[in-house]
């Protein structure tokens, strides 16, 4: 099997890649949204913005219990 970053041949210790770089080359493209695995689901704006809200508020909640 090749490495499906570069294309080498795969080791087994970092399986299916040939390196730990490719391992966390892998790693970084999921990370920063590169590769994604896409929904069945259609985005409701109205859930979204909720969802929003919510983690604004709990965000604000966090911030007034930091000591000053």
């Not at 790693?27 to 590769?35: A, E, H, K, Q, S």
């Not at 695995?37 to 109205?46: A, H, N």
């Not at 913005?49 to 909640?61: I, P, T, V």
Request: net charge negative; charged share 35%.
């Amino acid at each position: 099997m090749s490495c499906p970053i570069c294309k080498g041949e795969a080791v087994a210790k970092y399986h299916p890649f040939c390196s730990k770089r490719c391992a966390d080359i892998d790693l970084g493209r999921w990370m920063n949204g590169t590769y994604a695995v896409p929904s069945g689901r259609e985005e409701d704006p109205e859930e979204i913005a909720e969802a929003l809200e919510e983690m604004l508020r709990s965000s604000e909640a966090d911030e007034a219990k930091k000591p000053q």
